[in-house]
């Protein structure tokens, strides 16, 4: 089996997840079973998978796992649904409240509250009181209709214990809060206790989920060919497929830049993300980045003994390569798109500024940009935005937009892709780009736009921080129709890189390889364990 080990998978996500998306459908396309894998309890994340195409068989919860909650029969539960054991209950909604107060004559028993966006009110949470109107325990639902996660509150209003259980009620896994030496107020330990009542307790979250990898490695053992673990959020598996029981062919996938300053990528600190894994890399079986030039940069920095792959994270659907090509004059005129978080290494700022240049050349230059408000470092990014839209006086030429799903038919009626990036990984928003005959213009930044476009091609690569030389650029082929039209042409040819043909043969370049993985192992001693009681 192929593992796919990630954090979470929300309605919102990063490009991690959108890779994983695009890798599971071409797997799925090739008849290669594989699990998506995530560590972190999520109450929305089968819902969520199932509104892109994710099946329950593709997918593997940590959570879930333990919980024997993995294929449920959904169930919708609303307040009406729920008993608090007293007769005269009264179910209080006010106006602009997103919860039911449940009250006894003047005691507040409990508020229900439930998932904002579901048209039936389906129950998220129900908070209960005491007596005195302490908060002492809160129920949390799974979207699917059963309780899944109980918390426990302390006299001094902290979660005390936060406890899992299976469908009939039961505990299954336990974790504790407490003050530590230094009165840092953290979790303590875990406590699982398994189907066969056997019980395992663990320091933290990486020793359970530790235990969780070796239970899937040994239930998915095959005697002639090795479990793949491929780690997509490296933090998740990086120490814990080092001490698996049982072999595995394990893989550090790299979805962002190995160095700290990716333009510097051979001496400068590395990524904190990948510390751990790069300097243990010889310990793992493969090593995939997402561009030649990564590849090779990894191979001269560390020189790992792991194999090396280079394997595009985007793949453009065969059916964009027979859908009819939209002329460059039947776009919106003018116009430049991002879709892309807005976040400060976003630098979406240097993108309009650049474009506020251009506007005393192209008066109605314009650009539209999709994706949802990083609020890191006091909104430093939108604040970065508006500051250059009011000293070019851009009200009317840049419009912020909501995070967008439909992104094809986005890119089908806008002209330039920019982008500015501090550093990326491959970037799938400039790849569907292209594929949809869009030009590029980027900083030379590493790894992937400057690979996407190829220089004077189907765009160009100006220096990292050129603003103006973006500028010049946008004014170049917003004066120069032919030039526009020929490298949107272009575009559409440079796409076949990352068709699925291209990509499953370098997928199977790794999976071939993990054929030949070594799995002979010596099982640890199970007899004689214990005690033992004599005959």
């Known amino acids: 089996m192929i593992f796919f080990i990630n954090s979470t998978f929300n309605r919102k996500n990063s490009g991690i997840e959108h890779a994983q998306l695009k890798r599971a459908k071409l797997f799925r396309d090739h008849d290669e079973p594989f699990k998506l894998v995530f560590r972190e309890w999520n109450p929305s994340l089968h819902r969520f998978l199932d509104e892109v195409g994710v099946r329950v068989d593709e997918t593997l919860a940590m959570f879930d796992y333990f919980q024997k909650t993995e294929d449920v029969e959904e169930t919708i539960v609303t307040v009406g649904n729920l008993d608090f054991g007293v007769k005269d209950a009264v179910y209080t909604k006010e106006a ?78 336990e974790t504790f809060n407490k003050y530590d030496g230094v009165q840092n107020y953290t979790k303590a330990g875990w406590r699982l206790t398994e189907t066969d009542g056997k019980v395992y307790v663990f320091s933290n979250i990486d020793e359970l989920t530790l235990h969780f990898y070796n239970r899937l490695n040994e239930q998915y053992w095959q005697d002639d060919s090795a479990n793949i673990f491929i780690m997509d959020r490296t933090h998740l598996a990086d120490w814990a497929l080092l001490e698996l029981d049982r072999p595995a062919y394990s893989v550090l996938h790299l979805h962002n830049s190995h160095a700290g300053d990716a333009q510097d990528p051979m001496h400068s600190v590395m990524n904190n993300f990948y510390e751990y894994s790069l300097t243990n890399a010889n310990s793992y079986d493969a090593i995939i980045s997402a561009t030649k030039k990564q590849t090779h940069d990894v191979r001269m920095r560390f020189k790992p003994t792991a194999k090396l792959f280079t394997i595009p994270v985007g793949v453009v659907p065969d059916a964009d390569f027979v859908t009819k090509q939209i002329p460059m004059s039947q776009r919106k005129k003018h116009s430049i798109l991002v879709t892309a978080r807005i976040a400060p290494e976003k630098r979406i700022d240097h993108i309009i500024r650049a474009m506020g240049i251009a506007k005393q050349q192209v008066p109605d230059i314009s650009i539209d940009v999709y994706g949802y408000i990083d609020h890191r470092d006091n909104d430093a990014a939108i604040k970065a935005i508006n500051a250059v839209i009011e000293e070019y006086d851009l009200n009317d030429a840049v419009s912020i937009n909501e995070y967008a799903n439909d992104v094809a038919s986005i890119q089908n009626g806008s002209q330039i892709y920019g982008l500015a990036s501090v550093m990326e990984g491959f970037n799938l928003s400039m790849m569907e780009a292209i594929s949809h005959g869009m030009v590029g213009i980027t900083y030379d930044v590493n790894y992937g736009p400057n690979e996407l476009i190829v220089d004077g091609e189907n765009g160009y690569v100006v220096p990292y921080e050129g603003i103006d030389a973006m500028a010049d650029k946008l004014v170049e082929l917003f004066t120069d129709e032919a030039e526009l039209q020929t490298m949107s042409t272009r575009s559409y040819e440079l796409a076949e890189r990352y068709s699925e043909e291209n990509v499953w043969k370098a997928w199977k370049k790794l999976l071939n390889d993990a054929k030949k993985k070594n799995i002979e192992f010596v099982p640890r001693i199970t007899n004689g364990l214990g005690n033992l009681m004599k005959k």
Request: hydrophobic share 35%.
């Open 96 to 173: 602009g409240q997103d919860f039911y107060a449940v009250t006894s004559g003047n005691q507040l028993l409990a508020r229900v509250r439930y998932f904002t966006d579901d048209p039936d009110e389906r129950v998220s949470a129900v908070e209960y009181f005491d007596g005195f109107n302490n908060l002492y325990r809160v129920d949390f639902y799974d979207y699917r209709g059963f309780i899944s996660l109980a918390q426990w509150y302390t006299p001094d209003n902290k979660i005390g214990t936060e406890v899992w259980y299976d469908l009939a009620g039961r505990p299954v896994l």
